[in-house]
């Protein structure tokens, strides 16, 4: 399926600067910008941002040792407290150098911003910033930008529309926001982001406002839209409806990966995004259609372009998919693991970590934990030696979701 809509169409950025963005390297997080791992280098710390289960107890950022050469790896080393109970700890990312954590209680409206250079095995907590003045809440995706941290917010404070794009600096100060707001002054909805600097491209995705998260009826209020933006302008070029719930934004990577992925969770399907005709307009195709219920929570594209992995949180399993064709992915291998949904890749695309909180209302009586499966051509294996322990902390059972490499 195609689809093609231009609002507004701008050329590609001049020849000269994608030749000096060709020589960049290639970004090992989700934000272009963020200068962290080099191609190269193995990690040895895995951040997870930790909800407790029964949002009794304070949330937290568990740090686990992933060095093979250590007498703890695959352990749970340390946890960072939030202080707080009940923030829904969802989505985290880093400040441009990697010296910052900053973590979102999605349910709380705070930021929590952590310590992560002086000692890496041991973060500390900074500051605690209240986003309700702001007008604006649901953080959720953090994306590293140069002087701060834009946020991508569900909604405003009454649990409503429109979901925004908010600025803030290094020290979560707030700057600026740029609401969603359609051509057609519709509000408009904000789950996921990325940013490809050789087009000039932004594209944000959807999820539900607030209100409905909140309340756990969600599904029934997702949005379809998929919003591409001019990056530099930050102004509003095309609007796309595509399935219910295209959640994750996944460009290809370097200067000549121009298409991307999205996951459709409740549409129970995969869409690829290009440039095609190299005019400024974003062209989305349906390339893969899961079963009823499949639920593909999230996607990751392998650092060479080579493979997409999509988590199906409703089907119990991880797939491989061979994207050389990237309108028409085959099926390499799966592996199955309960309930599968945020996953992170290693820098030499080796490594596939996993976990398995989803959302405190969705969950269920799932067993948390984290996962480790070694991808390649050969297809996928789960390490057994790696089973860090999210069942039996002091305060309980407590709920891994999004990663971060160190």
Same mark, same amino acid.
């Given at each position: 399926?195609?689809?093609?809509?231009?609002?507004?169409?701008?050329?590609?950025? =001049?020849?000269?600067?994608?030749?000096?963005?060709?020589? *960049?390297?290639?970004?090992?997080?989700? !934000?272009?910008?963020?200068?962290?791992?080099?191609?190269?280098?193995?990690?040895?710390? @895995?951040?997870?941002?930790? *909800?407790?289960?029964?949002?009794?107890?304070?949330?937290? &950022?568990?740090?686990?040792?992933?060095?093979?050469?250590?007498?703890?790896?695959?352990?749970?080393?340390?946890?960072?407290?939030?202080?707080?109970?009940?923030?829904?700890?969802?989505?985290?990312?880093?400040?441009?150098?990697?010296?910052?954590?900053?973590?979102?209680?999605?349910?709380? /409206?705070?930021?929590?911003?952590?310590?992560?250079?002086?000692?890496? *095995?041991?973060?500390?907590?900074?500051?605690?910033?209240?986003?309700?003045?702001?007008?604006?809440?649901?953080?959720?995706?953090?994306?590293?930008?140069?002087?701060?941290?834009?946020?991508?917010?569900?909604?405003?404070?009454?649990?409503?529309?429109?979901?925004?794009?908010?600025?803030?600096?290094?020290?979560? /100060?707030?700057? *600026?926001?740029?609401?969603?707001?359609?051509?057609?002054?519709?509000?408009?909805?904000?789950?996921?982001?990325?940013?490809?600097?050789?087009?000039?491209?932004?594209?944000?995705?959807?999820?539900?406002?607030?209100?409905?998260?909140?309340?756990?009826?969600?599904?029934?209020?997702?949005?379809?839209?998929?919003?591409?933006?001019?990056? /530099?302008?930050?102004?509003?070029?095309?609007?796309?409806?595509?399935?219910?719930?295209?959640?994750?934004?996944?460009?290809?990577?370097?200067?000549?990966?121009?298409?991307?992925?999205?996951?459709?969770?409740?549409?129970? !399907?995969?869409?690829?995004?290009?440039?095609?005709?190299?005019?400024?307009?974003?062209?989305?195709?349906?390339?893969?259609?899961?079963?009823?219920?499949?639920?593909?929570?999230?996607?990751?594209?392998?650092?060479?372009?080579?493979? &997409?992995?999509?988590?199906?949180?409703?089907?119990?399993?991880?797939?491989?998919?061979?994207?050389?064709?990237?309108?028409?992915?085959? @099926?390499?291998?799966?592996? =199955?693991?309960?309930?599968?949904?945020?996953?992170? @890749? !290693?820098?030499? !695309?080796?490594?596939?970590?996993?976990? /398995?909180?989803?959302?405190?209302?969705?969950?269920?009586?799932?067993?948390?934990?984290?996962?480790?499966?070694?991808?390649?051509?050969?297809?996928?294996?789960?390490?057994?030696?790696?089973?860090?322990?999210?069942?039996?902390?002091?305060?309980?059972?407590?709920?891994?979701?999004?990663? @971060?490499?160190?």
């Amino acid at each position: 399926m195609r689809r093609k809509l231009a609002v507004l169409a701008l050329p590609i950025v =001049a020849t000269g600067l994608l030749g000096a963005l060709a020589s *960049r390297e290639v970004a090992f997080d989700e !934000s272009v910008f963020v200068k962290g791992l080099e191609p190269a280098e193995r990690e040895t710390i @895995l951040y997870v941002w930790t *909800r407790d289960a029964d949002h009794e107890d304070s949330d937290f &950022l568990a740090v686990v040792d992933v060095d093979p050469e250590s007498d703890t790896y695959g352990e749970i080393v340390a946890t960072a407290p939030t202080g707080s109970a009940g923030n829904e700890a969802h989505h985290f990312g880093y400040t441009e150098n990697a010296d910052r954590i900053f973590g979102a209680g999605m349910f709380s /409206n705070k930021l929590f911003i952590y310590d992560v250079k002086t000692d890496p *095995r041991r973060p500390t907590l900074l500051k605690t910033v209240d986003l309700n003045p702001t007008g604006y809440s649901g953080p959720h995706t953090i994306y590293a930008v140069p002087g701060g941290v834009m946020l991508a917010m569900l909604g405003k404070v009454d649990g409503g529309g429109p979901g925004a794009l908010m600025f803030v600096d290094d020290d979560g /100060n707030f700057q *600026r926001a740029n609401p969603v707001i359609h051509p057609d002054g519709t509000p408009g909805y904000m789950y996921d982001v990325g940013v490809k600097l050789e087009l000039n491209r932004m594209i944000t995705s959807s999820w539900a406002h607030p209100g409905h998260v909140k309340a756990g009826d969600h599904p029934a209020h997702s949005g379809k839209d998929v919003v591409v933006w001019d990056w /530099n302008e930050k102004k509003i070029l095309q609007v796309e409806q595509l399935d219910l719930a295209p959640l994750e934004v996944r460009w290809m990577h370097g200067a000549r990966g121009l298409g991307g992925f999205t996951n459709a969770a409740f549409g129970n !399907s995969v869409w690829y995004w290009e440039d095609a005709d190299r005019d400024g307009t974003i062209e989305f195709h349906r390339v893969i259609e899961l079963g009823e219920g499949a639920t593909p929570a999230d996607m990751r594209v392998s650092y060479d372009n080579r493979y &997409l992995y999509v988590s199906l949180w409703g089907a119990g399993k991880v797939q491989q998919y061979d994207i050389a064709d990237p309108k028409g992915p085959a @099926l390499v291998s799966e592996v =199955a693991i309960p309930q599968p949904n945020m996953m992170k @890749l !290693s820098p030499d !695309s080796r490594r596939l970590y996993v976990t /398995n909180s989803i959302l405190s209302s969705l969950d269920g009586d799932v067993r948390f934990g984290a996962w480790l499966i070694h991808v390649g051509p050969d297809g996928m294996r789960i390490d057994p030696d790696f089973q860090p322990d999210f069942q039996n902390f002091a305060t309980g059972p407590a709920g891994p979701h999004d990663m @971060l490499l160190k």
